[in-house]
């Protein structure tokens, strides 16, 4: 444990389940394939909305590839928040105080705020437009911001057992 972590970081990467973790043979293992496979399905349903987004894909009823993908998306984001709770509970005192661990929850925080705005100011516009129909202003303009967020997330979190 690390002493410069606050107090309830510590409790928890000492709790049972903590300890659980880190004394299993497999669940720590498991956990990091969970959530190396669930990144890979999020990235990729991430990536074929927002290559629909920036004009790609135009064959496409833009409102069809977001309701398939946004499901898929939304699977891939839930493994990715169960497996990376087993991994950080097992060394929650020593990853809470990583710099590049802080840095890939503020761009969690801002991709996840991407979204919301996508889904309140433009998702309604192109939820019913056929395909090959030129798509909203700022359309583009969010999805280059997507994918440049959650590439850099996922630099983050293969980047955390190096600093």
């Keep these: 444990m690390t002493d410069a972590a606050p107090a309830i970081f510590a409790a928890l990467e000492a709790s049972g389940f903590g300890a659980a973790i880190r004394q299993s043979r497999w669940l720590y293992m498991i956990a990091n394939v969970g959530h190396i496979v669930s990144l890979m399905v999020f990235a990729g349903a991430i990536a074929v909305m927002d290559l629909r987004m920036a004009g790609a894909l135009s064959a496409t009823s833009p409102g069809y590839v977001l309701k ?27 990853v809470i105080v990583n710099r590049v661990f802080q840095i890939k929850l503020g761009l969690i925080a801002l991709g996840l705020l991407n979204v919301a705005l996508f889904e309140i100011l433009i998702a309604p516009k192109v939820k019913d437009l056929p395909p ?19 590439i850099a997330v996922a630099i983050c979190g293969r980047s955390i057992a190096y600093f």
């Design 68 to 94: 398939a993908a946004r499901r898929v998306a939304i699977a891939g984001f839930s493994g990715l928040v169960v497996s990376g709770a087993f991994l950080f509970t097992a060394e929650a005192s020593h």
């Design 132 to 150: 090959l129909t030129l798509l909203p202003s700022g359309a583009r303009a969010a999805a280059v911001a997507s994918i440049s967020i959650w």
